[in-house]
């Protein structure tokens, strides 16, 4: 069993910053993804930012060079620093695992950025 658990969101304006984290526990494997995902009203889940358990890093065009993905493998914990944030950045930000076939999802943390 797997279990995600994110912290880190509220309001900020404009321009301002926000940091998310997110712990998991379980039987976690050595190799895996883990990212972030967000989903606005009345919109779907888009992909933010993945790290693999090595470090490679993908991010959503929408984000790059405001965004920056970190994890801390000892600590079981991914990060995403959010800078110059927009008002269409506001979103539920769900944190992922991914090992083997299997997918694992966090309850979701709000974001909302007022301009």
């Known amino acids: 069993q797997v279990q995600l658990v994110e912290s880190g969101g509220g309001l900020v304006q404009a321009g301002g910053s926000l940091r998310l984290s997110c712990s998991a526990s379980?039987?976690?494997?050595?190799?895996?993804?883990m990212g972030w995902y967000r989903q606005a009203p009345g919109k779907q889940r888009e992909l933010v930012a993945t790290?693999?358990?090595?470090?490679?890093?993908t991010y959503a065009d929408s984000v790059k060079g405001r965004f920056t993905i970190s994890r801390d493998n000892a600590k079981k914990t991914v990060y995403l620093q959010m800078n110059s944030l927009k008002a269409e950045d506001t979103a539920v930000y769900y944190c992922?695992?991914?090992?083997?076939?299997?997918?694992?999802w966090g309850q979701g943390t709000q974001v909302t950025v007022s301009s």
């Open positions: 992922n695992l991914l090992q083997s076939t299997y997918r694992y």
């Open positions: 379980g039987n976690i494997f050595s190799s895996n993804s």
């Open positions: 790290i693999t358990s090595g470090g490679r890093t």
